[in-house]
């Protein structure tokens, strides 16, 4: 975090004087004035404004709203989850068509809400932003919307909010693309013990269907020093388990001046003080090299699950996704892993219905779903993405074929995901307590090392705890255990 003292130099500590070129000072300055701002409304209205984020999509996404809340916080804000706030964001997600209905659907809700409360501001940013359709529709037909920006300058929030304040007519900020990397922000993690933490961002891969790189712009790495020293001092602020964030973090450090593996990058990780679990998400399986295998064979820290997105079993399909590996390669990687990490969960991506996917190719990955084995498998119905190469391929599959596979594949995957999360019955494993149960109060929920959901017995005082826990039944997908 940034000396407070850093502040105070120029008078914009508090908000005043010109802002500052660099950053994260500049922004600093905006949180600043926009308190100010915050502080008047409230007095006015006799009680804190709110602010709500609502969050689509993946968990690039919900580390980003995490950064979002901490300038909103910074800035006096009181967050709370229902939208009848005084401030709303909408952080979206674009990867599926469907993404972008709910988004549409929302908006119109918010604006009548909007209409009896005419001092609210909605901002919207995120990937569906980076699409210059949305933002043309947006303009034109949700005038009420204040504020767009997209997955570049999440960290300008502050700046832009003054900005609309200031200006009283929407404020549209989209950058292109970016190499710009601002460390040192505040941030609102959801949990006090657990955290995701970005280590790159952006996609270099262009799998064919895929709208991620052109709206997550090109690949690039943290430096390893700014992600050992926030992990740091997350673990002296009581985070156990980091989350280390990328679209393919086994690419991790190769754009760096000095190139550093993830293997390696992990390496350094695992000797954080007071840090007890790391997990990773995602790995592309043709980056996944025998160090990074060694690594999770042999360390004490990072979880025994791997989340290893198949996509399809066809070697033809997986051609035409651009994915650069075959069945066989697949196959022969699962094997080396799970020889290397006895017991290890994989977990994986699918999709169904991808252009000129026959039954055949079909029938492909369901064998590889068998052989495999997985604890668990998100599956896709294929949606066609205006931009990407995919979209224009000949064979479009019908969408009652296509439907027609995808139950038949989610039958497939819960049966065997209901056979392979039941090895564990009977035996004694930790698991880090998260929350109080959603359905009963007696109850708490928390996971295994294999990300495995367990509810047992407990309280509130359990939270951010890693008790030993006897897994005493397997219902499907997860478990109820007794503390030992
Ligand atoms: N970078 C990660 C990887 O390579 O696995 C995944 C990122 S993407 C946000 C998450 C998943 O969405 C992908 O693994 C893929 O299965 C799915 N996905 C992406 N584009 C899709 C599309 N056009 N239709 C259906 N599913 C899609
Ligand atoms: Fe999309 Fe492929 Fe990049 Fe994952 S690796 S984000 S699926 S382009």
Known sequence: MMDINDRNDSGWKNGGGQPPQSEPQRQYYYMARLRAYVEEKSLALGRPLTASIQTFGCQMNARDSEKLAGILREAGYEQIDSEEADFVLYNTCTVRENANQKVYGRLGTLNHWKKDHPHMMIALCGCMMQEPEVVEKIRKSYRFVDILFGTHNIFKLAELMVTRIEAADMVVDIWKDTDLVVEDLPNRRKYSFKSGINIMFGCNNFCSYCIVPYVRGRERSREPEDILNEIRRMAQDGVTEVMLLGQNVNSYGKTLDTPMTFAALLREIEKIDGLKRIRFMT???????????????????????????????????????????????????????????????????????????????????????????????????????????????????????AKERFDRLLKEVQEISRQVTARHVGTVQQVLVEEINRQDASLVTGRLS??????????????????DVKLTECRGFYYLGEPV
């Open 283 to 401: 790995s592309h399986p043709k980056d996944l090299s025998d160090e990074l295998i060694e690594v999770m064979g042999s360390s004490d820290k990072i979880c025994k699950h791997l989340h290893l997105p198949l996509q399809s079993g066809s070697t033809r399909v997986l051609k035409e996704m651009n994915r650069r590996y075959t069945k066989e390669q697949y196959l022969d990687l699962v094997e080396r892993i799970r020889a290397g990490v006895p017991d290890i969960s994989l977990t994986t991506d699918i999709i169904v219905g991808f252009p000129g996917e026959t039954q055949e190719d079909f029938l492909e990955t369901m064998d590889v779903v068998r052989k495999v084995r997985y604890d668990s498998a998100f599956t896709f119905l294929y949606s066609k993405r205006t931009g990407t190469p995919a979209a224009s391929m000949p064979d479009q599959v019908p969408e009652d074929v």
């Open 450 to 467: 294999h990300n495995t959901v367990v509810h047992l017995p407990g309280d509130a005082s359990m939270i951010g705890k890693i008790l």
